[in-house]
């Protein structure tokens, strides 16, 4: 069987590399790694958005 490892490229199209079946293991534990970098990459941005609205909210109630 052939593997593919399918990227969503900047624009929204698709693309496929092939992975060697001898590689299939080192791409699973790469996308897994990827995946776990990406959502705490979500979620840092979340609280620093977050925590930026409330200091922001702050400094208006200050100078209001």
Known sequence: PHTYL???KRGGGRTGIYVPADAVADARRGVAAWKAFWDAAVD????NR????ALRIGRRR???
């Open 62 to 64: 200050r100078h209001s």
């Open 6 to 8: 399918t990227l969503t």
């Open 50 to 53: 977050s925590e930026s609205s």
């Open 44 to 47: 840092l941005s979340d609280l």
